[in-house]
């Protein structure tokens, strides 16, 4: 920041007591210079102090400091290696030297310095080296861009711009006087173009310097910066300059009423600046070195309290620094942006946004707002429209930093939305209740789920984020995703821990429903019973600490309506079993199918994945001794019939050979091939037939089935 336009963007005041202690009587008449915020005589006095004192700490300290001061970064570097050097340097001047090296684009280097810092006492310096780890700054570049306005910029500085219905206000520096600023207007012709600039209310303005500004939600009112009166400033002692808030009302047409009221905690002994609405026009933010303050300028907010403000309330650490915190602006959603000076950045000034969570009523931890819309010098001045995806900011990257310009930004960087958190038991369906944190990129959430409702949540869309959670009976979930707009419930399956466990219901195969009167049995193949039960309406069975990857089997039984079933299972490690039984009415005479009986072309022979469903069959008949049963094999239209009936009567024989070859007396079963003669569609094709049926018709019509057609008399 040069020697004109620090007080009017960061408005400091340098006084004697923020100097460092020396002795040499020769450096009195720099010092004064430099408390008079003469930077460029300072320096050149010290400068000449060097010549016969190259390595003095003090001298090259404060040299250092001085073009800083003027953003004359190049030769500020020329200074900090004797502080650095110096046994006298402390952590907070390698800190300085490390923002000099972004200044001068030798950001490797000052990752250097940072890494060297980031396990300091001093959370705020040790907080650039972690954030250099993980180099967040530059995360979704792609879509994002700044483009600098047209017709606005000079050689002067222009900064804060902000809409006012269809044109620009913002400040501009006078041509004749670097010292005096002006609020200007004009019109937009489009997003970064603008027409004729005239000055804004200049009956309300000082004829010195004007500040920052904002507009109510409805332009109705105006809240500015504007230096304090002389009868105020007489009274300085140790500073030359006070700013202090006022507001005014505005009519349809823009015109300001030209009497103007002052923040009622304005005061001659710190200053007030840059203040921010928010849309309900309740919550004024804004700048003030004000006592109960962290460090230099920090950002504070008063409520509204009937006609008058509430008392500020300084936003706290997480918001604030023992730097600079400046230019405040809300958005529409009620989240802060700012900027700071000593939070992790790209250097100089930086904007950083804190979301509001409108669930929990609080601001998250403030994140750099990245680039390019930040660059290795100052940024600030940010104004958003309701959108939030378009706006306007200040910056002096271009020009060799000596003036300020406007920019016009569009962001498609992820946007925070509310959404909601919720933990399902993956066996019951049941909503649970769980522990959880939730990291997407700098930002951690920590929480715990209800299980009365779905836990509100605030995350950003389309960026990944990794969730841990746990809960005492169920397995830890660690996973990565993204979330959109579209995910309004976000729902985290969460699978038991391990009882060694099967569990399920005994359903009727064609309707679907629990069955009750059903006796259920668990045991092994040496006999060793684990559960008999007979089931209630409900149709469920349950039964843990079952032994693991051995062969057990569960057997369903319910006389004399259902077949009887047996299937055989294993329990792995760490696995709990859910397995529903589907059993069927016995009605004599009505054929079931036989899913997945394949033959080869013209063939009979039993293939190995038919001998699967056909082993079903015969534990079936097992199960249900008194059954006798007639299977029957069927075939399409295609060849002739003759033969078809030949071919399937072969089949289904070959099939009753096998199940008769498992223990099923034979005297049990009978094999009939039906050949076409029993088609299930209209896809008949013989003699003068033809037929137009689909290869997935035909197929319905290959097939195998079994129907009881008696019982054995006892």
């Known amino acids: 920041m040069n020697r004109y336009t620090a007080p009017i963007i960061l408005l400091l005041v340098i006084i004697a007591k923020q100097l460092d202690s020396q002795t040499d009587p020769r450096l009195a008449g720099a010092d004064k210079l430099y408390i008079k915020m003469l930077y460029k005589n300072a320096a050149a006095e010290y400068e000449d102090f060097l010549k016969n004192n190259p390595k003095d700490f003090y001298a090259s300290k404060q040299a250092a400091l001085c ?32 923002k000099c090296l972004l200044a001068n684009y030798r950001v490797d280097d000052a990752k250097k310095v940072f890494n060297l810092l980031k396990n300091s006492s001093n959370k705020e310096i040790a907080s650039w080296g972690k954030a250099y780890e993980s180099n967040s700054f530059f995360e979704d570049t792609a879509l994002a861009r700044a483009t600098e306005v047209r017709n606005i910029n000079s050689l002067k500085s222009e900064y804060s711009p902000v809409l006012y219905g269809s044109k620009l206000v913002f400040i501009q520096e006078d041509k004749n006087n670097p010292l005096k600023t002006v609020i200007k207007i004009c019109d937009k012709n489009d997003s970064v ?48 300059l006070r700013y202090y808030i006022y507001t005014t009302k505005l009519n349809k047409f823009g015109d300001a009423h030209p009497e103007f009221t002052p923040f009622q905690y304005n005061n001659i002994n710190y200053d007030c600046m840059h203040p921010a609405i928010n849309k309900d026009g309740n919550k004024l933010y804004f700048v003030s070195n004000m006592p109960g303050g962290l460090g230099g300028y920090d950002i504070w907010v008063s409520e509204k309290q009937g006609e008058n403000w509430g008392q500020p309330v300084n936003m706290g650490p997480m918001i604030n620094t023992s730097g600079n915190e400046l230019f405040p602006f809300v958005d529409f959603n009620g989240s802060l942006y700012y900027s700071s000076d000593t939070k992790p950045g790209l250097g100089g000034l930086d904007i950083f946004y804190a979301d509001y969570n409108s669930y929990k009523k609080e601001f998250s931890e403030p994140e750099n707002f990245g680039f390019p819309f930040n660059s290795n010098f100052d940024d600030f001045g940010l104004y958003l429209r309701k959108n939030n995806r378009n706006g306007y900011f200040s910056s002096n990257r271009k020009n060799g930093q000596l003036d300020y310009d406007i920019y016009f930004l569009n962001n498609n960087k992820p946007k925070y939305y509310n959404t909601k958190l919720q933990f399902i038991d993956s066996v019951t369906g049941n909503v649970i209740s769980a522990n959880y944190t939730i990291t997407q990129g700098a930002i951690t959430t920590i929480g715990t789920s209800e299980t009365a409702q779905a836990t509100k949540l605030r995350i950003k869309t389309l960026k990944d984020f990794t969730l841990y959670s746990s809960s005492g009976s169920f397995k830890p979930i660690l996973l990565t995703r993204q979330a959109t707009t579209d995910d309004t419930l976000i729902t985290i399956y969460c699978q038991p821990k391990s009882q060694q466990s099967i569990k399920g219901r005994i359903l009727d195969k064609e309707s679907g429903l629990p069955i009750a009167g059903v006796k259920v049995a668990i045991y092994d193949e040496t006999g060793t019973n684990y559960l008999t039960k007979v089931t209630e309406e409900t149709g469920t069975y349950q039964v843990t600490n079952l032994p693991i990857d051995k062969a057990l089997y569960i057997g369903s039984e319910k006389k004399p309506d259902y077949f009887s ?130 290869e997935e018709e035909h197929a319905q019509n290959r097939r195998t089935e079994f129907k009881v057609t008696g019982f054995i008399k006892k």
């Not at 004797?82 to 800190?95: C, G, P, Q, R, Y």
């Not at 027409?195 to 409805?218: E, L």
């Open 193 to 240: 173009s603008f027409g004729k600039t005239t000055p804004f209310n200049a009956h309300i303005q000082s004829k010195k310097i004007n500040g920052a500004f904002c507009f109510s939600k409805d332009d109705s009112s105006f809240y500015f910066t504007r230096l304090a009166p002389n009868s105020d400033l007489k009274k300085l002692k140790n500073a030359n």
């Open 565 to 694: 079933n047996t299937d055989k299972f294993f329990i792995k490690k760490d696995s709990d079993l859910v397995k529903d039984i589907f059993t069927q009415k016995i009605v004599v005479g009505k054929a079931i199918k036989i899913d997945n009986i394949y033959f080869d072309a013209a063939k009979w022979a039993i293939r190995p994945d038919a001998a699967l469903e056909l082993d079903k069959l015969a534990q079936l008949m097992k199960d249900n001794s008194d059954i006798i049963i007639e299977l029957s094999s069927h075939t399409d239209c295609n060849g002739n019939a003759n033969s078809n009936l030949i071919l399937s009567d072969k089949r289904a024989k070959s099939s009753t050979d096998y199940i008769v070859s498992k223990g099923v007396a034979k005297t049990r079963i009978k094999s009939k091939g039906y050949g076409e003669t029993k088609l299930l569609n209209s896809c008949a094709c013989e003699g003068a037939k033809t037929s137009n049926c689909k």
């Open 67 to 98: 073009y800083t001061k003027l953003s004359d970064h190049n030769k500020a570097i020329d200074f900090w290696p004797a502080v650095i050097d110096n046994s006298l340097a402390t952590e907070h001047d390698k800190f300085s030297y490390g």
